[in-house]
């Protein structure tokens, strides 16, 4: 009873303690160290929609509706135009001249509101066709609590 101690369980503590320190920083000869996993990414957040290439898209719209209310505008005055001038003297009365400088007027501001419209239409539609695009993802939930099964179906597109 008083005699050494036993140095076995010593022993045994010690080859696994060297064991698992060889393990983890693999040196021992014959036994190859894993690499960990890689770390999880992060979720992706999910961006909000290109707010430029909605604003761009309004733009455009609004300038193509100015277009073809100045247009039909411009059309009122040459048919006013056509009624108050002489096609073969090239006489006009006062409303006649009147209405041929409006509807010149209105002719140019159709014509660039037209261009401003399709510009701005086309390129929102590049500009949200060539958006980076945003992950749909689908999961299925299962649950069950006591005789009451529930199941639930989420998805984000």
Not at 2 to 28: E, I, K, V
Not at 115 to 120: P, T
């Amino acid at each position: 009873m008083f005699g050494p101690p036993d140095s076995a369980p010593r022993r045994r503590a010690g080859g696994r303690l060297a064991l698992a320190l060889g393990l983890l920083l693999g040196s021992l000869p014959g036994v190859s160290r894993a690499e960990p996993p890689p770390p999880p990414s992060a979720p992706r957040v999910s961006e909000p929609p290109p707010m430029f290439a909605y604003w761009v898209g309004a733009i455009g719209l609004s300038g193509l509706s100015v277009g073809a209310v100045t247009g039909f505008l411009a059309m009122n005055q040459q048919g006013i135009a056509e009624d108050h001038c002489s096609p073969s003297l090239r006489l006009c009365d006062g409303a006649g001249r009147q209405a041929s400088e409006t509807g010149r007027t209105l002719r140019d501001i159709s014509t660039a509101a037209w261009i401003v419209g399709g510009v701005g239409v086309g390129l929102s539609a590049y500009l949200l066709l060539t958006a980076p695009s945003q992950p749909n993802a689908v999961a299925l939930s299962v649950s069950v609590e006591g005789a009451h099964p529930k199941a639930a179906l989420v998805a984000h597109f």
